[in-house]
């Protein structure tokens, strides 16, 4: 061997994306107004990729933040019976009073 053989180094080889642009377009505008699961998405968007590359492509977007909903708790007939309750007793405020809005 000679002393001035240059030393190679490897290249680092890519896997094909599994999403194009146009895909990953689609599942963001699809993500980016509404509460869907990633496989809501991946069946609205109809993407030929897996539902894991969905989650890939979500995760990677830098304007979309996924969190999962917390659940609130069903306002009771007995909980709206009062509220109106309240408000009937409390249409005829002075001036301060006209200031707040009722609105369900």
């Known amino acids: 061997m000679s002393a001035t053989k240059k030393l190679r180094t490897k290249r680092k080889r890519r896997t094909a994306k599994a999403t194009t642009e146009q895909e990953r ?18 069946d609205a968007a109809g993407t030929s990729a897996s539902v894991r590359a969905v989650q890939r492509v979500l995760r990677q977007s830098s304007h ?5 909903l917390k659940k609130k708790s069903v306002l009771t007939a007995q909980h709206s019976g009062g ?10 405020w002075s001036e301060d009073g006209k200031k707040v809005v009722f609105m369900d």
């Open 25 to 42: 377009r689609k599942i963001i505008r699809i993500a980016s107004n509404s509460a869907a699961t990633a496989r809501q998405i991946w």
């Open 64 to 68: 979309i933040r996924r969190l999962k």
């Open 83 to 92: 509220r109106l309750n309240f408000a009937r007793q409390h249409i005829q």
